[in-house]
């Protein structure tokens, strides 16, 4: 009897052991399933109570071809919003300001008068300088002066290369002196000029504003450019636009302390006497008129190639330093220009100033620093980064470039590398554009967010300005007859012009709106949606916990 009851005592023992074992060896493929089963139950229940459309089709009892179909249509919904809201997104960083006409007209009392530099074609009167005469001597290898060789050196930045060819080949020789030797070499050459000048504004020159005669030499001031001695009007100046860095003792001092800046505008307290100076009426009564006379002994046309005498004529802002090389438009000799201007003028709202200047393409007034300037914009900006290209690679700036004490000006034996850089720097610049590239050459030369312009539409035809039927020339016929004339009248079109504005395309509220409607256009997605989702990966996770020991909710086991 106690073999028998061992015996079961024993085999109880024995399948105690197997079944212990048997559950520890399947405990973890059972704690899995059990994971897999609450998962799929939570799921189920989201499912049911969310309100993003077609997820409750997924949990009802419906045959494989009904729940194959709406997978694929969640699954297109899904695809064709994701790429949707990219698309959103990468409007939104790559186009974020939208240019668009303003909503109310600007006055032109708002904005000032064109600054307006006018350059006389004829360099130099042939009482310092008979230009042909010389030219002409030199090429059929004649004996000149050394006055006339150093005045017709001084010609050379002026006109075209071929004209001194045997002057740089001495220079490159080392045979003759340059002109444009010595500390003082820029004042010399800017004393010349306005010493040997073709036009006399006392004696040569009629001005007109707002039908009012004025004197001439009162509202136009001397300025060295790269078309040599020019006369500015209504131009800021010089030493409220560049640096004290820059060399400028050769220029006569004007009107200081500018009313008006691109950024500012003008000071609203001070409605009388500003500068620069602006139109309170639009029309042809209500201009600019500008008359150059210029003698018949002076002209000559060996300097330049298609040369038109006469005098050419640049339109641009009071603070920008002018390019009449650049751009401009001519008035022949015993010729009338008239010229109706309309401003455009750019704007910008405070929303975008936040932004990087790369992805709004402006700079604000006081954003971005120039070496040689006080005042920004992107002509200056350019200015600055060819005088800067042309120091690097010849050594030297041009006369009319602006410099530092430590730069000097360009002598004649470095006229053909200036002509190199010249053709260089427009290629290097747009190559590097081209390939994207931020190279040493591109100044990154944005425009200004606050920017005016000036459009203009231009006529022009004969006249006869000492035709005796004139009373104004009556007794002076004879005076006159030896001379040509070019004027130029400027006045503003009309009275309002339509400005455009700078603003944002897609704010932080325009962004998230089109999201939202894209995420409510294919899946009906809402913020109430995303607090569903919050709800059940974090406070529904720990409620059920908390009441039944579970995350998943009740055990069903």
Known sequence: MEAINTDIICALSNENESLAFHNESGSAPL???????????????????????????????????????????????????????????????????????????????????????????????????????????????????????????????????????????????????????GSDSLDDYAVFLSRCKAVDLRRHAYCQWMGNDVDCQEILTPILTDEGMCYSFNMIDVRDIYTDINQMRYYREGRRNPDWSPGRGFNQEKIEDNFPRRAFLNGAKNSLIIA??????????????????????????????????????????????????????????????????????????????????????????????WSNYTVEKCGCAQFYMPRDNQTKICSMAKRKCFERVKASYTHKIFGERLRDVKGPSDCDCLPLCTELDYKSEIATGQWRFDDPDDVAVDGYEDYYAGFYASAVKIYFKSPYFLSTEKSELYGATDFISNIGGVLGLFTGFSLFSLAEIIYFLSLRLFENYRRYGNWAGPRTE
């Open 31 to 181: 704690r899995k399933n059990r994971f897999r089963r609450n998962l799929k139950e939570y799921f189920r229940e989201y499912c049911e109570v969310s309100t993003i459309q077609g997820l409750s089709y997924l949990t009802k009892d419906i045959s494989l071809l009904e729940w194959l179909w709406w997978i694929g249509v969640l699954l297109l919904c899904i695809v064709g919003c994701t790429v949707m809201i990219y698309q959103v997104f990468e409007k939104w960083i790559t186009t974020p300001v939208l240019v668009s006409l303003a909503t109310k007209e600007t006055h032109i009392y708002n904005v000032p008068f064109p600054a307006v530099t006018i350059c006389p074609e004829t360099k130099v009167a042939s009482r310092c300088l008979n230009y042909t005469k010389v030219l002409s001597q030199m090429k059929q290898n004649k004996p000149i002066s050394l006055t006339e060789s150093q005045t017709f050196d001084y010609m050379m930045p002026l006109c075209q290369l071929s004209n001194h060819e045997s002057k740089l080949r001495e220079q490159e020789e080392e045979t003759s002196r340059d002109v444009f030797q």
């Open 292 to 385: 150059l006379l210029t003698n018949k002994t002076d002209i000559y046309y060996s300097c330049r190639e298609f040369a038109l005498q006469g005098m050419r004529v640049s339109l641009h802002m009071p603070a920008k330093i002018p390019r009449p090389s650049q751009v401009f438009f001519s008035v022949g000799l015993n010729r009338l220009t008239t010229v109706s201007v309309t401003p455009s003028y750019m704007t910008t709202t405070s929303a975008i100033r936040t932004y990087n200047p790369h992805r709004r393409n402006c700079y604000f007034e006081q954003e971005r620093k120039l070496k040689f300037f006080k005042l920004y914009n992107q002509g200056n900006c350019d200015f600055e980064c």
